[in-house]
């Protein structure tokens, strides 16, 4: 008999991630429609209230009232229940205490977050680090050093497992001992793109991954948006790095300015368009940074205590190495303008340079192009 208060507790607690789910699956019940309903009636068992009880609610559609009695839909909703349980998913819901407390705070947040991973990190400090996917070797560069740095200083680093920034973003923390979050535009069991299989396992091995779109979810691309306004709503503050004009990580900004978050923005080339959207951001208000140093200080509460340095080793140099070195920036030179400005005859920078790029100090990009990568002593 001692153990009947934990299977009641347990019955209840499936019943009422049942009738949530009823809610979100219901169609033309989005998550305004969902609050007003559950405010109404009081209970989220209002999911299985009777048809005259919905008729009272004010301005429910009548499509939503109708779906609601559907008994395909609480079928559908007990699957997804059973599928979420065999996948050892979580289902963290408006009223669970695991519910992020900062997306609370946004329009219109998710009734229902499903978590593969820790959702422990759903309420821990987290920065979002969001930009182009074709991204260039500067902006990786860029966006490995502040995920690495924001991971080293306690913070989770909180992306959307896209291909460029994202991934950068997602790695970086993870090989540094840090946490991140992915958030999804599918369903949680899908792994997208397939070229970050790896990384998905490491985030719901090491992290979470994250979605408000049921299972199966196709990766649609209008999803994407949607997904963004939860990037922005986990964080204290976005940061962009590398930006077309007319670019998914413009929208999480924009998300975030009207969350009341802070945006930072990555200056780049004034040449290259795709730092078109970072340059616009910092002329609206964004605030320019180059390091986490910058970001750190921007943020109006006491930053955590730094528990790793993301630095590598300083690399020796000789002479000739290090001249090399101090022409070179984060984005290409040629090897002729290498050539001009170290005096050095044509075929000891082409040495030099080999052995730079096998110390991992230079990246060699085509067109003999060669840009700086590490520290150097």
Not at 251 to 264: D, N, P, S, W
């Amino acid at each position: 008999m001692a153990d009947r208060p934990d299977k009641k507790d347990f019955h209840r607690r499936i019943m009422t991630l049942l009738d949530w789910l009823i809610l979100t699956l219901t169609p033309g019940c989005g998550p305004a429609t969902a609050r007003r309903l559950l405010d109404y009636l009081g209970e989220v068992g209002a999911a299985a209230a009777t048809v005259d009880a919905l008729a009272t609610v004010p301005g429910l559609r009548t499509e939503v009232r109708r779906h609601l009695g559907d008994p395909a839909i609480r079928q559908r909703a007990a699957t997804e229940l059973e599928r979420c349980e065999k996948l050892g998913l979580h289902l963290v819901a408006w009223d669970d205490p695991r519910y992020p407390a900062l997306l609370k705070e946004i329009a219109n947040p998710p009734l229902v977050l499903y978590v593969k991973g820790d959702p422990a990190l759903l309420n821990t400090p987290a920065l979002a680090v969001v930009g182009a996917r074709a991204a260039t070797s500067y902006g990786q560069k860029i966006a490995g050093e502040i995920s690495a740095g924001l991971a080293c200083h306690g913070f989770t680093v909180v992306s959307g497992l896209a291909l460029g920034i994202d991934g950068v973003a997602h790695r970086h923390a993870l090989q540094n001992g840090g946490k991140t979050i992915a958030v999804l535009g599918c369903g949680v069991d899908l792994p997208y793109p397939a070229q970050h299989r790896d990384l998905y396992q490491a985030i719901a091995d090491q992290g979470a991954l994250v979605s408000d779109y049921p299972l199966s979810t196709p990766p649609d691309g209008f999803r994407f948006p949607a997904r963004n306004r939860i990037i922005s709503g986990l964080c204290r503050g976005v940061i962009v790095i590398e930006a077309a004009k007319h670019s998914g990580s413009l929208i999480t900004a924009e998300l975030a300015m009207e969350q009341g978050r802070e945006v930072f923005a990555v200056p780049g080339r004034v040449d290259s368009a795709k730092s078109e959207g970072c340059h616009r951001l910092i002329r609206e208000g964004a605030t320019l940074v180059h390091s986490v140093a910058d970001i750190l200080a921007e943020l109006d509460y006491p930053s955590p205590v730094t528990t790793a340095s993301p630095q590598a080793p300083a690399v020796p140099l000789s002479a000739e190495e290090q001249s090399i070195v101090a022409c070179l920036e984060a984005y290409p030179k040629d090897i002729d303008t290498i050539i001009t400005t170290t005096r050095l005859s044509a075929q000891q920078v082409a040495t030099l340079l080999l052995g730079l790029e096998l110390k991992g100090v230079v990246a060699s990009h085509p067109g003999q192009q060669y840009l700086r990568l590490g520290a150097t002593s």
